[in-house]
């Protein structure tokens, strides 16, 4: 019975241990000591006490090769020294790291790439690069579509913080199974695939070595690498670099609530009981005023606030869930005709969906506006899914005179030059069905680019002028009776 117990010792927590392989016994059975047991990992064999928190059980997971240079050592010092950075860092990734932890572990994966955030974004899931990589592990777009990260007009899964991180190990994993090399795969996140591999090549040609110290890569991604370790080595010891880890519970921080109707982003958080700045914490990639069922399935709470949310989404009444919807534009058009066809302000319109100024939006695209109490229907996942804006910049045009060839007539100037008939007889304070003198001097309003080349008038100086603004400055010259040009 005692060699039963101790064979059972010896194998119950090998499956779980991440750093090493299972150790079968090979010959005759004897007893474990409980030496030999606290040696534990000279023997392959997994503590039997639970981690003391999020910290302890990281650092149970450690399984990279250490790296141990001068760079490793300068970034340890820049971090111990600014103690104040450590800690917003850390407390922010209180809400995200068990997660991101559980899922390495069912991968099988090193621990330490539970830190990596803290150097990509400092665990910040809204930070955004100038190269336009965002989230808490900091995709470029392309990227981010490579692993079926949704951007679209509603969300956008680079920040979301269950998809961001399925995404980051799914492409980690796969640089290490191209390298065969931790260090390398991190280079490889960080610099690409292809500028690593060209560069293990060239010094293959050139007889050199081609781990992660050998090759010559960019200063940012030099120091990426110690920059990990360096966290990791804090991490390991906090004591010796005189830093504080904040308590950080060995425990899920939030859980996952099905997303059954359409629903405001305030009303979600008000439901849940939480304050809007974690509502958003947590469900970083809804960056709009609502939830989309359709293409939001699952919003992240506060361990103990989802019980909340269910049983106050389940106590309101129809028509209380989402005041705002989307809706496809059918023809190219300005803001501010979107607008009026929305049922609301220019200027509220233009902040929802953050349309830039001097833009048309184009057909086709989809916008968030004000749901009607008529409006029964959830946004449809097809739109919720695949949902863009796109825009064209507003045509530029100059009011400049063109000479008639003979007895023209409005309608046939406006179809010379691609013009609306009525707007070229507003222009001219003439009837549409007027017709025009030889050598006459027709006001119109043309594109820039054609302008300079089609006026046919008497060289008198014009001025850009958009679309929109074309009758007001039209209205103001004549009245002005001068034949300078406002710029609008």
Not at 263 to 276: N, Q
Not at 345 to 361: F, G
Request: net charge positive; aromatic share 8%.
């Amino acid at each position: 019975m005692k060699l039963l117990w101790a064979w059972l010792l010896a194998t119950l927590f090998l499956a779980g241990c991440a750093s090493q392989a299972p150790l079968f016994p090979d010959g005759p059975l004897k007893p474990i000591s409980q030496t030999d047991i606290g040696a534990g990992k000279a023997h392959g064999v997994k503590s039997m006490t639970p981690p003391v928190d999020m910290w302890d059980r990281i650092r149970r997971g450690f399984a990279m090769p250490d790296l141990d240079n001068d760079l490793v050592h300068d970034r340890e010092q820049w971090y111990a020294t600014r103690p104040d950075y450590i800690q917003r860092m850390t407390e922010r990734s209180n809400k995200y790291i068990f997660f991101i932890v559980e899922e390495l572990e069912r991968r099988n994966m090193p621990t330490e790439l539970a830190l990596l955030p803290y150097i990509e974004s400092a665990f910040n899931p809204q930070a955004v690069s100038s190269a336009r990589a965002m989230g808490m592990w900091q995709f470029m777009p392309a990227t981010g579509s490579d692993y079926d990260l949704k951007q679209n007009i509603f969300r956008d899964d680079r920040r979301d913080v269950i998809a961001s991180t399925r995404a980051a190990l799914d492409y980690l994993q796969r640089l290490y199974d191209m390298f065969g090399d931790w260090q390398l795969a991190l280079a490889a996140y960080n610099w690409g695939e292809g500028s690593v591999g060209r560069a293990i090549k060239k010094n293959q040609s050139a007889g050199l070595g081609t781990t992660y110290s050998d090759l010559n890569m960019p200063a940012e991604t030099r120091m990426y690498v110690p920059k990990l370790q360096a966290v990791k080595n804090i991490v390991a010891n906090p004591s010796k670099f005189g830093v504080d880890l904040p308590y950080i519970s060995n425990h899920p921080y939030f859980t996952t609530v099905e997303l059954t109707r359409d629903l405001d982003v305030d009303l979600a958080a008000k439901l849940a009981d939480v304050r809007i700045e974690d509502f958003r914490a947590l469900n970083p990639a809804a960056h709009k005023p609502v939830l989309l069922a359709a293409g939001t399935p699952n919003i992240l709470l506060p361990w103990d606030n989802g019980v909340i949310f269910e049983r106050n989404f389940k106590a309101l009444t129809e028509g209380q869930y989402a005041s705002w919807t989307a809706w496809t534009v059918p023809e190219t058009m300005t803001a501010a005709n979107a607008a009026q066809r929305a049922g609301m302000s220019e200027t509220d319109l233009r902040a929802v969906n953050n349309i830039p100024p001097r833009m048309m939006i184009k057909a086709g695209s989809t916008l968030i506006v004000p749901r009607s109490a008529r409006v029964k229907e959830d946004v449809a996942a097809v739109v919720a899914d695949s949902g863009q804006l796109s825009f064209q910049p507003e045509v530029v045009t100059r009011r400049t005179s063109v000479r008639t060839r003979g007895n023209e007539s409005v309608t046939s100037v406006a179809r010379r030059y691609k013009l609306s008939p009525s707007s070229v007889a507003e222009w001219n304070d003439v009837p549409t069905n007027h017709v025009f003198k030889r050598g006459f001097n027709v006001v119109v309003y043309l594109p820039v680019r054609e302008s300079s080349s089609q006026r046919v008038g008497s060289g008198a100086r014009s001025t850009p002028t958009s679309k929109r603004s074309v009758a007001a400055s039209h209205s103001k010259s004549k009245s002005s009776g001068s034949s300078s040009k406002r710029k609008r």
